[in-house]
């Protein structure tokens, strides 16, 4: 699934070709996303120039000359893609074409329909209502932050990270990544961590979301950019999907744990 970098790399590669463009004409092949497409969505949204591109947790926005902006969500295996003219058929999985006024499209592909497209009004959006704070903002992802939510909560440092509405844009593999450099395992309850722990964790989710990022994401299930590239994040992973492999640090074999459906990977030595 998509995180925070591949949604920040879709959108770094994407902002160039489509910002200043007008959407000539919407096709809508498929509506019945993770949540339905409204049925005008394809006449609200012709006409539009594209002013902007943003991104909130793992949600793309694109601003419009319009009080509503188009959000994308890539869900589990959604892609947007730019493609250049010439105009060819459209793919199996291609669920939303955007003609732009060079000719252009930009395209919703996702094999799985976990995605999500919609026009809000980004001010007073359900969808983006009770997200936590971005990782990079030092304003209120803090130490004292994730301390303080320890002090009330039972539950693991794997558990709140991958939770949304405590910080936004951390997924499956970041956490994994996060825990490894910090030496933590992934069921340490937060509870249990020192304010030192907690300094640790927020520090190195920057550093390594940061480097994420500069590696253009992670292309494991068949991550993309817009214009078709693959990340390079996937050969700096050090626990992530790596079970039985040695830890680079210390040789002890991987091991994966399941901690609510989703597979946890750690260094049994290196992490306590
Ligand atoms: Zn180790």
């Known amino acids: 699934m998509p995180e925070l970098p591949e949604v920040e790399t879709t959108r770094r590669s994407l902002e160039p070709l489509v910002v200043g463009r007008t959407i000539e004409s919407v096709e809508v092949r498929c509506a019945n996303l993770r949540r339905p497409l409204d049925e005008d969505f394809a006449a609200r949204l012709a006409g539009r120039r594209l002013l902007a591109t943003a991104r909130r947790a793992k949600y793309l926005i694109f601003e419009l000359d319009a009080p509503e902006s188009l959000i994308v969500h ?22 939303v074409l955007v003609a732009l006024d060079d000719d252009s499209l930009m395209v919703f592909h996702d094999p799985r329909r976990f995605g999500l497209v919609a026009l809000v009004d980004t001010d007073d959006c359900d969808l983006l209502r009770g997200i936590g704070p971005e990782p990079f903002d030092r304003d209120l992802f803090h130490g ?4 303080a939510l320890g002090r009330k909560t039972v539950r693991t440092i794997k558990d709140v990270l991958m939770d949304q ?6 997924g499956n593999i970041y956490v994994n ?6 030496g933590i395992r ?5 509870a249990r961590m020192t304010r030192a722990e907690c300094d640790g964790v927020v520090a190195q989710s920057r550093v390594i979301l940061a480097d994420a990022i500069e590696h ?16 390079g ?3 700096k992973h050090q626990v992530y999907d790596r ?28 992490q306590r």
């Not at 947007?80 to 060819?88: A, D, N, W």
């Not at 004292?144 to 301390?147: E, F, P, R, S």
């Open 74 to 95: 890539l869900g589990m295996s959604g892609r947007l893609i730019h493609r250049p003219p010439p105009v060819v058929e459209p793919l199996k999985h291609d669920h």
């Open 144 to 147: 004292a932050y994730l301390a």
């Open 165 to 170: 509405r405590v910080v936004a844009g951390l």
């Open 177 to 182: 990544e996060v825990l490894f450099a910090c």
């Open 186 to 190: 992934p069921r340490r309850r937060l």
């Open 216 to 231: 253009r994401g992670s292309s494991v299930s068949d991550f993309l950019d817009g214009v078709g590239r693959r990340g």
């Open 233 to 235: 994040y996937q050969w």
């Open 243 to 270: 079970e039985g492999q040695p830890c680079p640090r210390c040789a002890t074999p991987i091991k994966a744990v399941v901690i609510a459906q989703r597979s946890s990977f750690y260094c049994p030595k290196c």
